[in-house]
């Protein structure tokens, strides 16, 4: 960019729903461009290797580019297939791994500060999403090394003590599949149950390993504290401590309330933090600046995907066409 230009619109998040605004920015002939701190779609990257969606492809496409997968939910290796077509069917203006640091208001418009340079823009879109921010335990012994808040690939836990908090898709997931090759697997649910959202096919699986014996687990408990050979498990019989190699704290995700709040989008007094938007706009209290994808949601995170979230960009793109009257 030229020290002088001004873009029509700034994307901050190179997530699906980024790229869908981005996508609805060029058509219309905007002067756009993504910024996204990480690699292309940067949470699917960092999903689980083996994950399928609970979606079927169809509800993943953007852009009216068909999503062709080998089986009715795809694999994460289909998603980030297909979002990368996305970027070059369109030769979207996308830069990667630079982090946005700092905004800062205008008289019209807004400065974004990122870690390589500084970019001026009439309109702000956030579609950063909230897979960066884990919940924590808030136990003695969270920093050690042995705890993961992020599952990855099963057969680095083979043959290990494994201990899963959680009992949502992403514990569900990483207890079987590690303990499909070859784990010790302990869960430790806080509730009664496993959770009733888990995929319907994985569910039934979960149970009859519980049920059998196969993976022990723990409900209606919490860790007490972490050690590096053993933690200990506050259970309804008592305080129990076990022997352990591994903690997969598969807690949840939170979007950046700090980063949103520092734009001054009012947020919601309930502990939910839902931000200030015009449903028809998605245009927040503050003028120019949009929110796009689960970031609406606050810290109900599980009612926002990217089947319902793709026709924010379509409702963005078109008010902002309005305000610079663009036909």
Sequence with gaps: MKDDEV?????????????????????????????EKGALVNSL????????F?????????????????????????????????VTSFNLNIHLFEKVEQVKKRRTGFEVLSARGKYFCKNLILATGFYDTPYLLHVKGEDLPKV??????????????????????????????????????????????????VKYWVRPDMLNRIKEGSIKAYFNSEIIEIRPNEVDIKTPDGLKTIPNDWVLAMTGYQPDISFIKSLGINLSKDGIFKPQYDEKTHETNVPGIYLA?????????????IENSREHAK?????????????
Excluded at 56 to 67: K, Y
Excluded at 293 to 305: M, P, R, S
Aim: aromatic share 10%; proline share 3%.
């Design 54 to 86: 609970f979606s079927t492809s169809e509800r993943l496409e953007i852009g009216n580019v068909p999503f062709v997968s080998n089986n009715k939910r795809p694999t994460r290796n289909e998603a980030l297939e297909y979002y990368r077509r996305i």
């Design 293 to 305: 994808g689960v970031i609406c949601g606050g810290l109900n995170t599980h009612k926002l995907f």
């Design 7 to 35: 873009l029509d619109v700034l994307i901050i998040g190179g997530g699906p729903i980024g790229l869908a605004c981005a996508i609805h920015a060029k058509k219309s002939g905007l002067n756009y461009l993504i910024l």
């Design 45 to 52: 990257f960092h999903y689980p290797v083996n994950m399928t």
């Design 148 to 197: 993961k808040h992020y599952y990855d690939d099963p057969h680095f836990y083979a043959f290990q003590k494994v201990l899963v908090v959680g009992a949502s898709n992403s514990a569900v997931d990483a207890s079987l599949e590690t303990w499909r090759k070859g784990a010790e697997v302990t869960m430790v649910i806080r509730d009664a149950e496993i959770g009733e959202r």
């Design 315 to 327: 409702k963005i793109i078109r008010n902002i066409r309005k305000k610079l009257k663009i036909a």
